[in-house]
């Protein structure tokens, strides 16, 4: 399984350039920042450079989200994003969290077989968020 660790503020460039790779809008530099600080993020290594990320942020200050999680396109489905959420879920069931949330578009296929594969389990759906399909949320309960 890859390697994981959390982010430091060191990584900021490296995770921007992950955006770059997947024709993704660039992460905010002070909001990664912010994010990095609160123990919020967490980076997946491959050698010297790094393959994905994930960012996660608290949902009315207790329900975790997973934000965005982000693969290099020449690291894809090689384990990855499931050594990602790994990480971030033994994190949270170390805090007490019971569960958490993710969420992906509905025309997302890649991403709803990923999420399907790791267990967690479709909750409802939200429309009219000026993106083209409706926003797909699902639920991992957390061992304790
Ligand atoms: C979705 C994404 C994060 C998956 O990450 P990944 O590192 O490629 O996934 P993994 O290799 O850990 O795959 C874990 C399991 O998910 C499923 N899966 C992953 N990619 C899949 C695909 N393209 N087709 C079908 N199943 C897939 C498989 O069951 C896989 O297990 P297996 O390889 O043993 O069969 C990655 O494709 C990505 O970065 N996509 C672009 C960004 C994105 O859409 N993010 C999600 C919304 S925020």
């Known amino acids: 399984m890859p390697d994981v660790r959390g982010a430091t503020l060191a990584d900021i460039s490296a995770i921007q350039d992950i955006d ?4 993704q809008h660039l992460s905010d530099e002070t909001v990664l920042q912010h ?11 491959a050698g010297d450079e790094l393959s994905g990320y994930l960012r ?6 207790h ?5 965005f999680v982000r693969v290099r396109p020449s690291h894809q489905r090689t384990g990855v994003g499931r050594a990602l959420y790994a990480y971030v879920e033994a994190d949270l069931a170390g805090r007490g969290c019971e569960f958490w949330l993710s969420s992906s578009e509905e025309t997302n296929d890649r991403s709803l077989r990923f999420h399907r594969a790791l267990g967690f389990r479709l909750i409802g759906a939200l429309s009219d968020l000026g993106q083209d399909a409706r926003e797909i949320f699902m639920r991992k309960d957390l061992a304790p």
């Open 35 to 45: 994010a990095i600080e609160s123990g919020r993020v967490a980076v997946a290594l």
């Open 56 to 61: 996660w942020e608290w949902l009315w200050d």
């Open 20 to 23: 770059r790779s997947l024709d």
């Open 63 to 67: 329900i975790p989200l997973c934000l």
